[in-house]
């Protein structure tokens, strides 16, 4: 048996352990620490940094704006998850099967996850909630609605279910080729047996796809939230000027507290709360994934 060549693994793993050092776990671990300081600027100097322990944090839930963004964002962890999981999984159960042309409407249905987030957000503003000539007007109009034709969808009120639809329209493609990919793993033969069992259709997906896919299905919850509490680029687009409590995302609210880059006064530049922020979002992510192995215990499934 030939032993290990440790200046070979060295060669090869030293630039990407250097790599992950510098680029994640350094700024990882100085953004734990700045969170329990009171820092101005992110340029500033570690001597100015003041220590206020967990006062950022509870200087954080006393905030109204930043209880806005957790709402915010956990209404679109919650709402926007269950259409997105429920369209997600209706398409990769359909394109699994017989249909013809099921390559083509992969393609269809994955093709705004191409299109980058800007250049999707500013479509839907411009071209399809736009009251004078959007699809929705125009459909609307066309069908006797008159009413609701006239409705600004971005503005009070509406912005963030306006949002959340965009938004899902173009997430719905991602976490549908995730559950092809694990329905494709599932041996045929049981839905050839089950079929010779006389198992319907609701039989066979309850029985034999969701008890497979256990895996698959805790992947994609976490895959979702992660790109939850990066929620970022559609509240500046929906609110290009201001921060707005109908789109503002705590990631919108650690952008203007450590930059200040709206043109209004909302808030005073505060880095270390931006960086309290970072802090929330990451323990977020690391609960649903435990919640998520605890709830879903087993990837595989006795049939």
């Known amino acids: 048996m030939l032993k290990p ?3 070979v693994i060295i060669i090869f793993l030293g630039p990407a352990l250097l790599c992950y050092v510098l680029v994640f776990l350094y700024p990882s671990v100085r953004t734990v620490v700045m969170s329990f300081f009171a820092v101005e600027s992110v340029s500033d100097a570690v001597s100015k940094w003041a220590f206020t322990g967990f006062g950022n944090y509870k200087k954080l839930f006393t905030t109204q704006f930043f209880l806005q963004s957790m ?3 956990g209404r679109i962890w ?4 269950i259409i997105v999981m429920f369209f997600a999984l209706v398409f990769a159960v359909a394109l699994t099967g017989n249909l013809k042309g099921t ?3 992969r393609s269809v249905i994955y093709l705004p996850n191409v299109v980058s987030a800007v250049a999707m957000g500013t479509m839907w503003i411009n071209y399809v909630y736009n009251t004078d000539y959007g699809l929705l007007h125009n459909v609307l109009s066309t069908l006797g609605f008159d009413s609701l034709s006239k409705i600004l969808w971005t503005g009070p009120g509406t912005r963030f279910w ?4 965009a938004y899902c329209f173009g997430m719905v493609g991602y976490h549908m080729l995730v559950f092809i990919s694990g329905i494709e793993q599932i041996p045929r033969d049981y839905y050839e047996a089950a079929l010779l069992e ?3 259709v609701l039989q066979r997906f309850f029985k034999i796809t ?3 896919m256990r895996g698959v299905i805790r992947s994609n919850i976490v895959m979702w939230t992660v790109f939850t509490v990066v929620f970022f680029v559609w509240g500046q687009l929906f609110s290009p000027v201001n921060l707005s409590s109908d789109t503002v995302a705590p990631m919108n609210y650690m952008y203007e507290l450590v930059f200040g880059a709206s043109s209004s006064a909302i808030t005073v530049r505060d880095t270390g709360s931006g960086a309290a922020i970072g802090v929330i979002l990451m323990m977020m992510v690391v609960a649903v994934f435990f ?3 605890f709830v879903v215990r087993n990837d595989d499934a006795e049939v």
């Open 5 to 7: 060549n440790k200046s």
């Open 71 to 73: 709402s915010n964002i």
């Open 78 to 81: 919650l709402v926007g998850g």
């Open 103 to 105: 390559k083509f409407f």
């Open 162 to 165: 306006s949002m959340l639809a």
């Open 198 to 200: 006389g198992a319907n």
């Open 210 to 212: 969701i008890p497979n």
């Open 291 to 293: 919640a998520t192995m």
